[in-house]
């Protein structure tokens, strides 16, 4: 009972629609957000199979695939109980406190927006972007949103989407680090039946799903290479085959994009095409560290607990002192960093005010972040947290004497994913016991 609490005290804090199948593939849980954005009772769906949701049974459940590979993902589906809309799901993996493995599955109804609008802020910096997006929006100008990890880029691309003429078209994402690459393609385009094992119907790209609309491409910079040629054809035409198909399609699609690397660095790297870049880069936009705005620190911590105290169902506050330690605290993961910190707060408090005690900051690391986390803060492009993950990872395939098998099952990550952050680090030219050893 504890565990199911647990769980359910993450989901209500959480503002999108979100649900949790348990490793017998059956729901364990879902939110009340889910239950407002697609009319589904939540108490209703638990314990059911876990593809409750599907319209149409997959033949390759993508649950069952989950726990065998622990591969997070994002695909689309079509929702059922007579709703004429199509979801974006992505699932990542979840523990609860006895270390029990679950998969939390966001899920995005597409056509409709789901967040609230966070371009929240006083400050006289951020008030200038949030002008230059107005301006941007009314026009289809393709945008390159550039900040560090957490900083809001995607509440920045729908809050572009909502004040542009394609507001009553649909915002669909395109998360470039949750698809696989033999499937982008498949995923952006869509394939036709037969294309591939496993295609046993047609299937609808998000390109094509966004016509009329707004395509947000998220974390532009881990896009393979080998898929950007394709994108920017699709982009600068407007058509594209499915996967398997011999008559083109076409879509209409206003282009947002983001990323936290340099893509400037990527080129010179061979890592990103310089045509694609300028194709994206019309009218980049900074949005700024929380750390750098820090008067908007209030606002923004105000908006996020009311949000909270709405999907526990009972009144937040936050204390004098709290509001003091949550000022003068540095967010190395921004706005993201500040949800996470009123939620653990929120959960643990039991008399509704969130005190100081309950802001659980991350212990400073001093001296004592090792030589491996000192050595990886100089490198370039790299916030705090990302430096943090891969001195975990680089101390591990020390340890492990470089075991690519053993580290990604000491991470709960797949190899594919182990490969990816190695290579998104930077690790593999990294000098470790057995570089070779997989």
Known sequence: MSRVFTLQTLLE????????????LHLAAANKALETALGHPAAKLVGQACCALDAEPQPHCRHRRFFQDLEPYTTTVPLAGGLAAVAQVQGFPLLDTDGRLFLAEAVRPIGRTVTDDLMLGRSPGFQKIREELLRLAASDVPILLR????VGKEVAAEFVHRHSPRKRGPFVVVDCTAIAEDLFESE????????FTGALNDKTGLFEMADGGTLFLDEIGELPLSQQPKLLRALETGRFRPVGGTRQHQAQVRVVSATHRDLRALIAEGGFRQDLYYR??????????????REDIPVIADHLLAAIAHGLGRPLRIDAEAARKLLNYSYPGNVRELRNLLHLAASLSTDGIVRADLIRLPEATGGGAGPVLEQLRTLPGLSPLEAAEAGQILELMQSLG?????????????????YRKLKRYGLNR?????????
């Open 147 to 150: 900040g560090e990890t957490g």
């Open 280 to 293: 994206l880069a019309v009218a980049p936009v900074e949005i700024p560290p929380l750390r750098e705005r």
């Open 402 to 418: 470089g075991n690519r098998r053993r580290v990604a099952a000491a991470l709960g990550v797949s190899e594919r994913t182990l």
């Open 430 to 438: 990294t000098a470790y016991a057995d570089p070779t050893t997989t």
């Open 13 to 24: 804090s959480q503002p999108h629609p979100l649900l949790i199948v348990d490793v017998g």
């Open 188 to 195: 952006l385009f869509g394939h036709q039946k037969g294309a």
